[in-house]
């Protein structure tokens, strides 16, 4: 039997479907419905259905030319990345010569460094959010050892206020005007991983430019979740992973973006390859490289291509839907999970932390629980319920209704699993 709150929520998929047909969605293991409520994409983002094809077809060429698929292929693979470059570029708001697809994404904020910390006199900080992935928190701390530097003493986190769950933009700006000038990188996440929180991007890379420090954005939650503006925004870098909101697969390539004013600058310090020479000349294999004046100078392999079949499907995918439509229904979609979370929340030991302001959050929103393991939770939600949530112990749940495939009777599964599942209070 459908309560009315389910039939409401069938009614406006049907009126707002969003594109979950263009996608595989893994089969619940039992119970009343056939597929999993899938609320784990800003962890990994689900199978297109047009990837596997796509990739086959790639691996065909490589069986019927061998080597002469350099040249020959349909998607010849000695300029393969160029045809993820346009894309890639449209949904971060970047000119094409500022973006390449390349690596992972903790090894491109390395080599962003390279070129974009450089620690001198006192302005050596590097400032990153207290709640930053760890990975990132790994990987600047190792920056500053590199450069000789205590990394205790280097690397700044920023902190909500006492009692808050995110961070104010107004805190960021005030540390930036007091302390600015010690601060050679602010590398922040525009949309933080725990708590969903998106950050001013372009009033902090302002501010911190203007106390004269290098502004780095870690954009792993925030590409393909909310629109981008880098260019306009003035960042100076910043990195991703496509395997999230962008739907490339584990571990997929990931995407680097420096601005327009870095390009073709000399002074910068980069780390080469014969991929970061320009593409005319590479095979003339002369001792010294000819870095073109774009993000390319940054490559160093020939990439992978069966790699970039499925970024570049993914990103196809995203041109033709338009990051507009898709953050006009991710913010109706998530919106209506905000409003069965508050019924839930209301009597059980559970608190939303992501912003209220649907300005200041994407899609996911995080779910502090009061009593018991957030892994515990997540697992009864998937064994008992189907929903597949993402825990980040101790007590942190996140959902994310993805508004290329997820639906409104996702989020009412959540809602009702949870109320199922945690005890009210009273
Ligand atoms: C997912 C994520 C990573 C993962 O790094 P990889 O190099 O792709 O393994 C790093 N930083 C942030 C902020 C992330 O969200």
Same mark, same amino acid.
């Given at each position: 039997m459908h309560t009315p709150e389910e039939a409401e929520a069938h009614r406006l998929d049907s009126v707002?479907?969003?594109?979950?047909?263009l996608f595989h969605v893994p089969p619940a293991?039992?119970?009343?419905?056939?597929e999993v409520a899938y609320l784990a994409g800003n962890s990994l983002g689900l199978q297109p259905r047009a990837t596997r094809d796509e990739l086959l077809a790639d691996l065909d060429a490589w069986q019927r030319l061998g080597v002469e698929g350099h040249l020959?292929?349909?998607?010849?693979?000695?300029?393969?990345h160029e045809l993820l470059t346009a894309p890639a570029a449209r949904l971060v708001g970047a000119l094409p010569a500022e973006t390449v697809v390349m690596n992972s994404l903790t090894v491109n904020l390395h080599l962003l460094m390279v070129s974009f910390y450089r620690p001198a006199g006192e302005r050596t900080r590097i400032v990153i959010e207290d709640s930053a992935f760890p990975s990132d928190s790994y990987a600047v701390r190792s920056q500053a050892r590199f450069h000789g530097l205590d990394p205790d003493a280097t690397v700044v986190r920023l902190k909500p206020r006492p009692g808050e769950d995110t961070l104010r933009t107004r805190d960021v700006l005030d540390f930036l005007g007091a302390?600015?000038? &010690? +601060?050679a990188l602010l590398l922040l996440?525009?949309?933080?991983?725990?708590?969903?929180e998106l950050m001013d991007i372009p009033a902090i890379t302002a501010a911190g430019r203007a106390a004269g420090a290098v502004v780095g954005w870690d954009l792993a939650h925030a590409v393909g979740n909310v629109p981008l503006a880098l260019h306009d925004w003035d960042v100076d870098f910043a990195a991703w992973c496509s395997?999230?909101?962008?739907?490339?697969?584990?571990g997929a390539l990931a995407g680097v973006f420096v601005h327009e004013r870095h390009l073709?600058?000399?002074a910068l310090p980069r780390f080469e390859g014969w991929?970061?020479?320009?593409?005319?000349?590479?095979?003339?294999?002369?001792?010294?490289s000819r870095p073109?004046? &774009? +993000?390319?100078?940054w490559q160093i392999s020939n990439p992978p291509i069966f790699a970039m079949g499925p970024v570049r499907t993914s990103l196809e995918l995203f041109d033709s839907v338009g990051m507009p439509a898709l953050r006009e229904r991710s913010l109706r979609l998530t919106g209506y999970l905000e409003r069965l979370l508050d019924e839930v929340t209301a009597d059980r030991?559970?608190?939303?932390?992501?912003?209220?302001?649907?300005?200041?959050?994407?899609?996911q929103l995080s779910v502090r629980i009061g009593v018991g393991s957030a892994n515990e939770l997540t697992k009864r939600l998937r064994h008992e319920h189907g929903v597949i949530a993402d825990a980040r112990e101790p007590d942190v749940v996140r959902f994310a209704p993805v508004p290329l495939y997820s639906t409104y009777h996702d989020c009412w599964r959540v809602a009702d699993a949870l109320a199922a599942t945690v005890e009210a209070t009273s």
């Open positions: 707002d479907p969003g594109h979950r047909h293991e039992g119970g009343r419905y056939p020959e292929a349909e998607r010849p693979w000695l300029p393969y302390e600015g000038h &010690t +601060v996440g525009g949309v933080n991983y725990l708590t969903g395997y999230k909101y962008l739907n490339s697969g584990p073709g600058d000399p991929w970061s020479t320009e593409a005319a000349t590479r095979f003339e294999m002369t001792p010294v073109p004046a &774009t +993000v390319e100078a030991p559970l608190t939303v932390v992501t912003p209220r302001d649907p300005a200041r959050r994407g899609c």
